[in-house]
DNA sequence: AACCTTAATTAGTATTTCCGATTATAGTAA
DNA sequence: TTACTATAATCGGAAATACTAATTAAGGTT
């Protein structure tokens, strides 16, 4: 068996693919660019492959280059992982955790999410980013994100998850609009057009349109929000109506307009609320508590 | 940030864990058993935390030290995998293959596999093991194992799998026992305890008895088989039925007995057969490749 | 009591890693 | 053209590390 590649050239190799530069790579790891170069080209070796094609002026990443990042990176994260979970004996809620959470989600949770944490837990260093699922499942993977929060179902990628809870949908829309409507509400009563969604790009959109049971699509309007506030934006003006999250309601998403929410149709019109981790993970004790706390948050907490 | 522990100091403990003694465990690394000794507390010095619990004559792992032992395995194992990978310029259907199959499965599959593999792919080297489910997994988990075959359904505990085909069950008999049965037969024809089937640990029994809508305990018989030649050896000296999955049967399990095989009730009275894998592995097309091999040798295949 | 086995320790050696300086190459500005 | 800058590779020596053999210490066995 040939000897196993150092997790420094590994890092080296990283380092290098984020920078794309010798001199800054080898700063960023506190080491002299000779030192660098001369680890990956010795990565190299012992790989028998080309990482890099070279151009006395300028490299690039081979394809094979841009594998080994992917796989090094996950062999970095699972030893960084070991060592802080040694490091800390263990114990639960300490240390750095990156939390990665969908923007129909975060901005209705952060808040009050970190100001429990702090108190009952401050030795926990909370870190959280926003992004598409997509997106965040990729960060998850490559050990970049510990943890997400996500709307399900969703295709988890092997990665595991507790259920947290259910947050419901409500149809939206100005008061003046909603007179004459009786709950749950039948589309058909609704103008063509009349439903406005956010980009597909968001989950909300494909689990409000399921939940709700809004198969008729000549009601919503093709024309697409890149935020909640601005979905509530374009209700309260009177363009038409919007599924919101019972979530966002409760955090006074509609405080200060005309809006009203009314109850759609659909026999569990409302969308589920996850954890997700990975498989491989030394923190379930962690994640466990933290889905507690978040579940505690949710409008239909289904844990604990 | 710390300093990273190394992965030559994670193997020997690793090593250690394994051999349970210095001088072996050292023997194994092919170094001195002072080297072994001086990188396990160098280890334990990094990771600021007791691996071993000491007393001059003997030792033993700590429950920390298990534990770092569980994620040193899967750290050493990615960057084997990686290292292979990279050695191998990522070309499929080379190299080493370590499979594991479940005992109903494997006697029957591993043959015509075996032989059709070495034809079209001389140079994968394949390596199989067999075992229950649930030792499978977590052989799987620990890198100790590449890939499954499996009956599913199962809790895949994170992993990935591809759907191979199904695999019907038929209740066989002995002939005399058959006449006056129509199928697809219905159980309270046959007299109490009159069913035969393997141990629990066998996913085989739980999977039958699902499919084939057995709901009728008093049927079955509380004498339990080891596997599914016993299960014919019984049958055939007129004890009761059984069910015995048609690869089984297509492979000649039935020949030089008096036995008949009939339809037994169930919508879909089969089992259906996957490949089972770590969601992190680099081979996908490897076991993709391998997917569509095996699931040509199954009585339903489903896949391409 | 003598001997064996165990793991830790020690001191010296071998190996590896790293740095600073230099080289080679290409692009850019005067 | 001629400097000047920026890039990555190379080289020689210094520092750090890893390794070994021999020894020690302690418990068990004969």
Excluded: W
Excluded at 143 to 160: S, W, Y
Excluded at 192 to 200: A, G
Excluded at 204 to 210: D, E, F, K
Excluded at 227 to 239: E, I, K, P, T
């Amino acid at each position: 068996m040939s000897k196993l590649p150092s997790l420094k050239n590994l890092s080296y190799l990283l380092a290098l693919h984020q920078h794309q530069n010798f001199n800054r790579a080898a700063q960023a790891c506190n080491v002299s660019q000779s030192t660098l170069s001369s680890g990956i080209q010795n990565l190299e070796e012992q790989l028998g492959c080309q990482l890099i094609e070279r151009d006395h002026k300028s490299f690039l990443f081979t394809g094979m280059g841009e594998e080994v990042v992917e796989q090094a990176r996950r062999i970095l994260t699972s030893t960084e992982e070991l060592l802080y979970f040694a490091q800390s004996q263990g114990k639960i809620m300490e240390g750095p955790l990156r939390l990665g959470c969908i923007p129909t989600i975060a901005p209705f949770l952060v808040g009050p999410l970190t100001k429990q944490l702090q108190v009952d837990h401050p030795k926990l260093q909370l870190n959280i980013r926003e992004d598409t699922t997509d997106n965040l499942l990729h960060l998850l993977r490559n050990g970049e994100l510990d943890v997400l929060v996500l709307a399900l179902p969703v295709d988890l990628q092997g990665n595991q998850s507790y259920v947290l809870g259910r947050d419901p949908f409500k149809l939206v829309m100005h008061q003046s609009m909603a007179d004459n409507l009786h709950e749950p509400v039948q589309y058909n009563q609704l103008p063509d057009n009349s439903i406005f969604l956010l980009e597909k790009e968001h989950c909300l959109t494909g689990h409000a349109v399921a939940a709700c049971e809004l198969a008729d699509s000549t009601k919503i309007n093709p024309f697409t929000a890149t935020s909640l506030h601005s979905l509530v934006q374009m209700a309260d003006a009177r363009l038409g109506a919007t599924f919101i999250p019972q979530m966002a309601i409760d955090r006074g998403i509609l405080n200060g307009t005309d809006l009203v929410a009314l109850q759609p149709t659909g026999q569990q019109a409302s969308r589920e609320i996850g954890l997700v981790y990975r498989p491989t993970t030394n923190r379930r004790q962690t994640f466990r508590r933290l889905a507690e706390f978040i579940a505690q948050l949710l409008p239909e907490p289904l844990l604990k």
